[in-house]
């Protein structure tokens, strides 16, 4: 016997309703009532009934398919923002197709060429830290697709965006140390082409003159987040003359690499040296000392990525005006920053 797959019509005839009444059911139509809508989805579910997305694609002259280009995935922070963008788009029916520039430029522009070829109805997106020449999205708006960038953005885009409030964040971190007593205050920073490593740097320069700290510009050191050169940077400031009493560093697996070697050095922490990171990575409260850190509501900034992506594929494209969505942070003390425990 011939295997069929079911389709719209086997559930309108089984239900007795029309095709057209089913297919609003099915994408939860506001003008199909619950219980139609309930019969509808329960049939479903039992026939094993499976949306014929090339059909629908044909029709709507869509392939109900996205793209995302993250800077890694094995890094906790956009691991997490992706799956909360899977969650909304799911739900939309919509597949996320996932690529990882690897923090290369050139990967960065090469999987964004791919995913136009395959014709995705929109991109998310995060810079690499290599990225300075934004043309290959330039040209993702030139060709008409939408674009939303999240965490690290470029000002030079007129797209929507999703970000923390990073400067606000940075200047509660470097508060903290400044109230907990520490006084020569160093801040370990990302790459300078990276606006989100601007405004944490802003961020931590607003806190020392708002307490009337002098600022030294052999306290700030930044590198480009390799693996390894946080110890080349962390090296220019344990050789300086006045050694810092607290760093501040750009993220989390910073501050964790910072902290790993000051404890093989045989520095204490926080006794000699305090420590804060940013964006409260699960290793975070797990490592001896607990660190401090300036949380992120990353999961959500992936799902308001994603809901904005599909707003602005769903609306009217000659009404479309950018958005930028700014989300909260919230500092978290913890051992790493406050003498005597806590």
């Known amino acids: 016997m011939k295997n069929h797959q079911p389709t719209i019509i086997d559930i309108a005839k089984e239900l007795g309703i029309s095709k057209s009444t089913v297919s609003r059911a099915l994408t939860g139509h ?21 949306k014929n997305t090339l059909a629908l694609s044909l029709v709507k002259h869509q392939s109900f398919s996205l793209g995302a ?27 996320l197709f ?50 939303v960038m999240f965490n690290r953005v470029s000002a030079d885009l007129e797209v929507s965006k999703v970000v923390v409030n990073d400067r606000e964040g940075a200047f509660q971190a470097v508060e903290h140390l400044i109230l907990a007593g520490y006084k020569r205050i160093a801040h ?10 601007q405004n944490r740097l802003n961020g931590y ?24 050169q946080a110890r080349v940077a962390l090296m220019r400031l344990l050789d300086l003359p006045q050694v810092p009493d607290a760093i501040f ?25 305090a420590l804060v990171g940013f964006s409260d990575d699960p290793a975070s409260s797990l490592i001896e000392p607990s660190l401090t850190t300036v949380a992120q ?9 994603a809901q904005l992506l599909l707003d602005q594929i769903q609306g009217d494209a000659e009404k ?10 919230k500092l978290i003390v913890r051992r790493s920053s406050v003498k005597g425990g806590i």
Do not use: W
């Open 297 to 305: 509501p990353i999961i959500e900034m992936g799902q308001v990525a």
């Open 98 to 147: 996932i690529c990882q520039s690897n923090e290369s430029y050139l990967t960065e522009v090469a999987n964004v060429k791919a995913l136009a070829e395959r014709q995705i109805d929109g991109i998310i997106t995060s810079l690499s830290k290599e990225t300075t020449d934004i043309e290959h999205l330039r040209n993702i708006q030139r060709k008409g697709i939408p674009l």
């Open 249 to 273: 560093c750009i993220n989390d697996p910073t501050a964790i690499e910072v902290m790993q070697i000051l404890k093989v050095r045989g520095i204490k922490i926080p006794d000699d040296i």
């Open 205 to 228: 320069l607003d806190a020392l003159r708002t307490y009337n700290f002098p600022i030294e510009d052999e306290l700030i050191t930044s590198y480009d987040l390799s693996k390894g």
């Open 188 to 197: 370990l920073a990302g790459p300078k082409n990276l606006l989100i490593s």
């Open 30 to 50: 506001p003008n199909i009532s619950k219980e139609t809508q309930k019969r509808v989805l329960e049939l479903a579910k039992k026939l094993d009934y499976q």
């Open 320 to 329: 479309f005006v950018p958005e930028t969505k700014v989300l909260k942070t």
């Open 69 to 95: 280009v993250v800077p890694e995935l094995i890094a906790p922070f956009f691991s997490l923002a992706i799956t909360g963008a899977q969650e909304v788009t799911s739900r939309a029916g919509y597949t």
